[in-house]
């Protein structure tokens, strides 16, 4: 459990976090390669080995997020892909009851996310969670992504917070790590980012199985 007492500003990731990781990992997994074959008139296994290749090229980027990036490289309409299965975005179990618990704080409560403006958007008006947060942040409008240097640093000439009294929740790994390099003090990973995938091996962070572990809240 964190320090409730000594926290005055709650960061949430979005993707795995808050909302279920399936969404997105059957989108660009499975339906951009299938998507992307049709169009292009190749085969499923090429357009498979070209997409990751293309993913790894990127990896761990803003360009990673960027569907306005992805949009030209693949050459297809990812927003409108994205909309066509809006019906699986999902929020994970006992979010909503948290963040009405947080409401009622005096606590700073932001959603900060590697996700692209026109994604983030998306799933706000999918989820109807946005009025839980005082603001929400997409690491484009920093053009750094959470795991780069500097992220976190930055943040603080958008979003005014102390790093010794913020709790960051957040499924990756790597943008923990680098929450940590910058000094965010109370850092909480993700056990289960994807409801149809195992579970997360790591010692490095307390991990939260559900949401619900956190109520009442202190």
Same mark, same amino acid.
């Given at each position: 459990m964190?320090?409730?007492?000594?926290?005055?500003?709650?960061?949430?990731?979005? &993707?795995?976090?808050?909302l279920?990781?399936?969404?997105?990992?059957y989108?660009w997994?499975?339906? /951009?390669p299938?998507?992307?074959? &049709?169009?292009?008139? +190749?085969?499923?296994?090429?357009?498979?080995?070209? #997409?990751v290749?293309?993913?790894? =090229? /990127?990896?761990g980027?803003?360009?990673?997020?960027?569907?306005?990036?992805?949009?030209?490289?693949?050459?297809?309409?990812?927003?409108?892909l994205?909309?066509s299965?809006?019906?699986? #975005?999902?929020i994970?179990?006992? /979010?909503?009851q948290v963040?009405?618990?947080?409401?009622?704080?005096?606590?700073?409560?932001?959603l900060?996310?590697?996700?692209h403006?026109?994604?983030?958007?998306?799933?706000?008006?999918?989820?109807?969670?946005s009025?839980y947060f005082?603001?929400?942040?997409s690491?484009?409008?920093?053009?750094?992504?959470k795991?780069?240097?500097?992220?976190? =640093?930055?943040?603080?000439?958008?979003e005014h917070y102390?790093? =010794?009294t913020t +709790?960051?929740?957040?499924?990756?790994?790597? /943008?923990l790590?680098?929450?940590?390099?910058?000094?965010?003090?109370?850092?909480?990973g993700?056990?289960?980012?994807?409801?149809?995938?195992p +579970?997360?091996q790591?010692?490095?962070?307390?991990l939260?199985? &559900?949401?619900?572990?956190?109520?009442?809240?202190?």
């Amino acid at each position: 459990m964190p320090p409730w007492s000594a926290i005055d500003t709650i960061m949430f990731d979005m &993707d795995g976090t808050l909302l279920d990781l399936h969404f997105d990992n059957y989108f660009w997994q499975i339906l /951009v390669p299938k998507i992307y074959s &049709d169009t292009h008139q +190749v085969s499923l296994n090429e357009a498979e080995d070209f #997409i990751v290749k293309k993913y790894e =090229e /990127v990896h761990g980027t803003l360009d990673w997020y960027c569907l306005d990036y992805w949009q030209e490289e693949l050459a297809l309409d990812i927003t409108a892909l994205k909309n066509s299965i809006k019906h699986k #975005i999902q929020i994970r179990p006992n /979010v909503e009851q948290v963040l009405q618990a947080l409401q009622s704080s005096d606590k700073n409560i932001l959603l900060i996310t590697n996700a692209h403006p026109s994604s983030l958007e998306l799933k706000m008006k999918h989820t109807g969670i946005s009025n839980y947060f005082h603001r929400m942040i997409s690491s484009h409008t920093l053009r750094l992504a959470k795991e780069n240097h500097g992220f976190w =640093e930055a943040l603080k000439d958008m979003e005014h917070y102390n790093p =010794e009294t913020t +709790v960051l929740f957040d499924d990756s790994l790597p /943008v923990l790590r680098q929450a940590a390099r910058e000094k965010i003090k109370y850092l909480f990973g993700i056990s289960k980012p994807d409801s149809k995938k195992p +579970v997360v091996q790591t010692n490095e962070f307390p991990l939260i199985e &559900d949401f619900g572990q956190l109520l009442p809240l202190a």
